[in-house]
């Protein structure tokens, strides 16, 4: 439980998504996991700004948030049409 650290040193499970670019339900199951250490203040769920920052540079190599893609988006090439027969 937090104590005598000031609460600025801590974000929301919502606000720390934002910053990682990940969604809350992604947050929360990398907190279930074990892989992001979390608080529980107030009735609250909170995560040290530090360890946001420390999961930050060990899942995003660049630092930078993940980039949503537009729905149905993929990285596979097109398909080709049932029925052409390749030349």
């Known amino acids: 439980m937090i ?5 600025d040193d801590y ?3 919502k606000d720390a998504a934002l ?5 809350p339900g992604a947050l929360r199951l990398a907190i279930h996991e074990g892989r992001i250490p979390s608080e529980l203040a107030f009735g609250r ?3 040290k ?3 946001v920052e420390e999961y930050r540079r060990r899942t995003q190599p660049d630092g930078q948030p993940v980039k949503h893609r ?9 398909r080709k049409p049932r029925g052409e027969q390749p030349e």
Not at 3 to 7: L, P
């Open 45 to 47: 769920r909170v995560i």
């Open 49 to 51: 700004r530090s360890d």
């Open 3 to 7: 104590s005598d650290v000031e609460t």
């Open 11 to 13: 974000m929301s499970v």
């Open 70 to 78: 537009p729905k149905g988006a993929t990285d596979r090439a097109p």
């Open 19 to 23: 910053s990682l670019g990940v969604s």
